[in-house]
């Protein structure tokens, strides 16, 4: 078992930033990918930011040249840099952690963003 514990999420004006943290009970590098998703109410759950054990990093383009994903191993911390919010980024923030060998994912209980217009 793995416990993901995301932190950081608030209420905070279009224009501003936060950070996420999703802390992890295991060591970063025995995970293969670890990704942030987000949900808004109605929606379904869409795939925000992704870093690979490696280093690699993709984003959705919603948020591609503002968001930033990183990962401090010392911690055993990843961490979602989210600048120029805007009011769609409004939703539950979530982490997960994704094994390859054997498959297995693993999640966070979600932290809530709320960007005011």
């Known amino acids: 078992q793995v416990q993901l514990v995301e932190s950081g999420g608030g209420l905070v004006q279009a224009g501003g930033s936060l950070r996420l943290s999703c802390a992890a009970s295991i060591s970063l590098a025995s995970i293969n990918v670890v990704d942030w998703y987000r949900q808004a109410p109605g929606e379904q759950r869409e795939l925000v930011a992704r870093?690979?054990?490696?280093?690699?990093?993709n984003y959705a383009d919603s948020v591609r040249g503002r968001f930033i994903i990183s990962s401090d191993n010392a911690k055993n911390t990843v961490y979602l840099q989210m600048n120029s919010l805007k009011p769609e980024d409004t939703g539950v923030y979530y982490c997960a952690a994704h094994f390859f060998m054997p498959a297995e994912d693993f999640w966070g209980q979600g932290t809530q963003v709320t960007v005011s217009s």
């Open positions: 870093i690979a054990s490696g280093g690699s990093t």
